[in-house]
């Protein structure tokens, strides 16, 4: 199972970027998907998170301007991210909590992945 996050890159503040994030391997459910992201020197946070049935939560500082959605056929998670702000240069993260079967048929729920990080970078 891996997790690979694409879109991030330079843009001016006030621009928009979309990331996207595709869980693959031997899954045969995906709960939670969601978004983190580290700032330098600081901890990694929560931005967003969707439930498997659609349910979303944001952080504060970017209620109104992210928006987290996922494919479930797809196994893949978007953020739009719009009227973009310096404060929001970072490495974004993505993170699912998924159900897969693993080597001999052994099946595993409930486990975390997180995939590699992509950076968003907002320019004054």
């Known amino acids: 199972v891996q997790l690979q996050a694409s879109g991030g890159g330079l843009v001016q503040a006030g621009g928009s970027l979309r990331l996207s994030c595709v869980a693959s391997?031997?899954?045969?459910?995906?709960?939670?998907m969601a978004w983190y992201r580290r700032s330098p020197g600081q901890q990694r946070d929560l931005v967003a998170v969707?439930?498997?049935?659609?349910?979303?939560e944001y952080a504060d500082s970017v209620k109104g301007r992210f928006t987290i959605s996922r494919d479930n056929a797809k196994n893949t998670v978007y953020l739009q991210m719009n009227s973009l702000k310096p404060e929001d240069t970072a490495v974004y993260y993505c993170?699912?909590?998924?159900?897969?079967?693993?080597?001999?048929?052994?099946?595993?729920?409930?486990?975390?992945?997180w995939g590699e990080g992509t950076q968003v970078t907002v320019s004054s």
């Open positions: 391997g031997n899954i045969f459910r995906v709960n939670d």
């Open positions: 969707i439930s498997n049935g659609g349910s979303t």
């Open positions: 993170n699912a909590v998924l159900d897969y079967i693993g080597d001999m048929g052994v099946e595993f729920y409930n486990q975390e992945y």
